[in-house]
């Protein structure tokens, strides 16, 4: 199964340099999608806010987006 990184994009660039073992894209943009609402959802209780331009970039071993 191939692995899949996800960089988060938003106030400080953090790199995912381990990634994770799943079994396609189409996994890989479910699992985006779920760590991008819990970041919301963190950013709303702690802030009471959330900033659109924020976001996450999927990538596979080879750097395809």
Known sequence: MP???FHLHN???TR??????????????VEAI???RSIMGDEISA???I???HWVQV???SGQQ
Do not use: F, I, Q, W
């Open 59 to 61: 990538e596979d071993v």
């Open 47 to 49: 802030k009471g806010r």
């Open 51 to 53: 900033h659109l331009s």
């Open 16 to 29: 995912d340099d381990e990634g994770t073992v799943l079994p396609d894209l189409a996994a890989a943009r």
């Open 11 to 13: 106030d400080v660039e």
């Open 34 to 36: 779920k760590g991008a």
């Open 3 to 5: 692995r899949y990184y």
